[in-house]
């Protein structure tokens, strides 16, 4: 089994920053092939991806909600996917989780993610 635990969720004001971070671990994960994306519901939302990333060929995808704002980064040595939120607006407010998929062509789809870690709750004030 894969387990992921989120982090790093709060409450910002608008413009602000907060970085995320994913924990990865688990006999089932290896930090040389994997699928991390990164989720959020909005409340009385549907979940939505926000932004993945694969190692195998370093390609990272952003929504484009979120393109320009938003930035993946990895550390392998803490089995760590981080999420760097810039410039965050009111409409960023949701739980965030992270989440292990099983390939980065499928990227959009819930199902195709095998391994989610609890959510991390982000609040951006107008």
């Known amino acids: 089994d894969v387990q992921l635990q989120a982090s790093g969720g709060g409450l910002v004001q608008a413009g602000g920053s907060l970085r995320l971070s994913c924990s990865i671990s688990?006999?089932?994960?290896?930090?040389?092939?994997?699928?991390i994306g990164w989720f959020r519901q909005a409340p009385g939302q549907e979940r939505e991806v926000s932004s993945c990333?694969?190692?195998?060929?370093?390609?990272?995808y952003y929504g484009d909600s979120v393109k320009g704002r938003f930035t993946l980064s990895t550390d392998n040595a803490k089995n760590t996917v981080y999420l760097q939120m810039n410039s965050l607006k009111p409409e960023d407010t949701a739980a965030y989780y992270c989440?292990?998929?099983?390939?980065?062509?499928?990227?959009?789809?819930?199902?195709?993610?095998?391994?989610w870690g609890h959510g991390t709750l982000v609040t951006v004030s107008s």
């Open positions: 990333i694969s190692s195998s060929d370093r390609s990272t």
């Open positions: 989440a292990s998929g099983r390939s980065f062509l499928t990227r959009r789809y819930e199902d195709a993610y095998d391994f």
């Open positions: 688990g006999s089932g994960f290896s930090f040389d092939d994997y699928v």
